[in-house]
DNA sequence: AGAAAAAAGAGAAAAAAATCTCTATTTCCA
DNA sequence: TGGAAATAGAGATTTTTTTCTCTTTTTTCT
């Protein structure tokens, strides 16, 4: 269950987990007490922006205090969804696929993957950073009878349409999926995109825009 | 260098690549043209805005007919700096870092790793799919004799602001950050944040109002 | 050839998000 | 105890992004 069911702007809630990742660094420097103004100078963030942010969470400050760091960390997680972790399958044993896999950081952000599945031979019977590798074929099934609702993709992209079928076709419900196609599916399910290229586009052009800057070679020639 | 370097959305540069991923498999199926509106229904977007979003790169259409194909792929390739790669450093040679070392992708995606670092003894000298892990103490040098401006981070999250340090030490411009961290570097600098536990927040709320809807359980108890 | 359909492109409108302004509260300090 | 400073929170404004509307162009069909 997911604290706090209103409504939230998505560029807020994508900007949660920075939240917490920041607090919980100040929970360890024993910081009982932060305010908006500190959290936006760490972040980068307009002050009155994280308030808005965390009012849509519930959390509530105290003037010229700021929020106690304990409970605003409670409030976050809550909201979030981190404090009982959703259940989910991994497609895709691959480089990305088991990177993920032995990425201790997804339980502790509400995600627990708890079987991964392959179609390679190879790789079937395989158990990576302590998840068993599983035929493709008995995703389905095992999806439905363990009411696993969250699939993460990490197929090339040749199979990504074919493997988020057979998710939707177990009762998975969201798909996190990093093979960068567009898959076609139902409009209820809900597909979050990895995006990896999309922020390589960010950097490559900002990067770009840095480098020219330093050298202003072009003197733009009317 | 990037073409057309008139400014553009921050969200519009960020659905290029889909564009030119859903561009690349009509190529192979040998289709010539290609509507917006065709682009939306793929890409579940509204066709204006594919329009407007292609606009910025320069790309021409035709009424009627809509956009080359090859064309239109080589415009927006052109806009995406993903003609003439930009090397990269990546630091971390561990899962996450060794799978993205491993991805094709990245090249042709504008971006070249050309060598890798870890300041695990254990890991230096290796060589992870075809790229070196060098000591970390030798990155700043090396990066300002080879002119390196992007530096992939990949480190776990203690040691993330200190290598990145390193990284501005060399001269590099634009940071990829996989770290669940805010790094605080000078304002030049430019960090994009991998942005998975963002990610995963909008899946896991996505996923538990999918859930909410089956189960209309919880009736509001005033 | 002329009418109809499809689509680009430009501009206007609407929606969403970020930023600014102001007020009220709380704490610290003299 | 009173004033000053810092900050939450609410509301207004501005900016950005998306969506809608209309016009023009091109192609196809009769």
Redesign the pocket.
């Known amino acids: 269950m997911i604290g706090h069911s209103a409504k939230i702007?998505?560029?807020?809630l994508k900007?949660l987990p920075g939240y917490v990742h920041f607090l919980r660094s100040l929970k360890c420097e024993g910081v009982a007490t932060?305010?908006?103004?500190?959290i936006g100078r760490a972040l980068r963030?307009?002050?009155?922006?994280?308030?808005?942010?965390?009012?849509c969470t519930g959390?509530?400050?105290?003037?010229?205090?700021?929020?106690r760091v304990d409970d605003l960390i409670v409030v976050l997680e809550e909201f979030l969804g981190w404090r009982n972790v959703s259940e989910a399958f991994l497609v895709g044993a691959g480089h990305l696929g088991s990177a993920l896999l032995g990425y201790e950081g997804l339980r502790n952000h509400g995600l627990d993957v708890i079987a991964a599945f392959d179609s390679h031979p190879a790789k079937v019977g395989q158990d990576v950073h302590g998840v068993k590798v599983l035929d493709i074929e008995r995703l389905p099934g095992l999806a439905r009878r363990m009411g696993v609702h969250i699939g993460v993709l990490t197929v090339p992209v040749d199979a990504a349409q074919e493997v988020a079928e057979r998710m939707v076709e177990g009762g998975i419900l969201s798909i996190w999926n990093f093979a960068p196609v567009s898959l076609q599916l139902p409009e209820k399910i809900f597909v979050q995109n990895g995006e990896l290229y999309a922020q390589l586009a960010v950097l490559l052009r900002r990067t770009e825009e840095a480098v020219s800057r330093k050298t202003p070679s072009t003197p733009e020639v009317a």
Chains 1, 2 share one sequence.
């Not at 963030?45 to 009012?55: H, I």
């Open positions: 702007p998505l560029p807020s900007r932060v305010s908006t103004t500190a963030l307009d002050p009155t922006q994280v308030r808005k942010d965390l009012a959390a509530e400050g105290r003037p010229r205090v700021g929020y």
